[in-house]
């Protein structure tokens, strides 16, 4: 069973670099599909933050490219995001994923971050 | 972008009673959609994805439908379980787009 944990900071100051990891087991992610990252802002919808496969291929939220840098580290089975210059609306629940051509087939339960001074 | 519009916002169903969530994209996915459930403090679950294909595990309750703009997700007999937010999402392109969401809650 593939599961995926996402662990970091729970707050982290406006201006600053957000920072989480997930540790994926069941599978190991050098094998293939896409790794990423969802987030769900309190009391709105989800919005998909971006993706990447083990080859290299990257996809990213235009609204969010210019801060976004999603890798994976295939010795510790782990996939990482990193968005910069954070304000408060960058508050939400993270959600670490593995997407296939056709759908989003194992989520992480999610990780708040608030933005906060 | 491609936008996708979930309705009703809000759904009230006695359990045993049937839910008909509908999902609308703002162009034409052909059957990229996929179906979620989400519950407070647990991980999503996938449903149904290709429009009408369930999941591995999902119970046969559920049933997906549509194609092009106009998408279903039904709920034939409502069990405590299955009071939950559901989302659709399109993977037609990489932008990849979800619904608002359907709660489902207890009548």
């Known amino acids: 069973q593939v599961q995926l944990q996402e662990s970091g900071p729970g707050l982290v100051k406006p201006s600053e670099t957000l920072s989480l990891t997930c540790a994926v087991s069941g599978y190991s992610i050098s094998s293939g599909y896409y790794w990423g990252w969802i987030r769900q802002p309190p009391g709105k919808g989800l919005e998909w933050i971006g993706s990447m496969h083990p080859g290299g291929s990257t996809h990213y939220n235009p609204s969010l490219k210019s801060r976004v840098t999603i890798s994976l580290d295939t010795s510790q089975n782990q996939v990482s995001l990193k968005l910069s210059s954070v304000t408060a609306a960058d508050t939400a629940v993270y959600h670490c994923?593995?997407?296939?051509?056709?759908?989003?087939?194992?989520w992480g339960q999610g990780t708040l971050v608030t933005v906060s001074s | 972008e491609i936008v996708m519009t979930q309705s009703p916002g809000t759904l009230s169903v006695s359990p045993g009673d049937r839910a008909t969530l509908s999902c609308r994209a703002s162009q034409s996915i052909s059957g990229d959609l996929a179906w979620y459930q989400l519950k407070p403090g647990q991980a999503p679950r996938l449903l149904i994805y290709g429009a009408s294909t369930r999941a591995a595990g999902i119970p046969a309750r559920f049933s997906g439908s549509g194609s092009g703009t106009e998408f279903t997700l039904t709920i034939s007999s409502l069990q405590s379980e299955d009071f939950a937010v559901y989302y659709c999402q399109q993977y037609n392109n990489w932008l990849r787009t979800f619904g608002q969401g359907t709660q489902v809650e207890i009548k």
């Open positions: 994923a593995r997407e296939s051509f056709s759908s989003t087939d194992y």
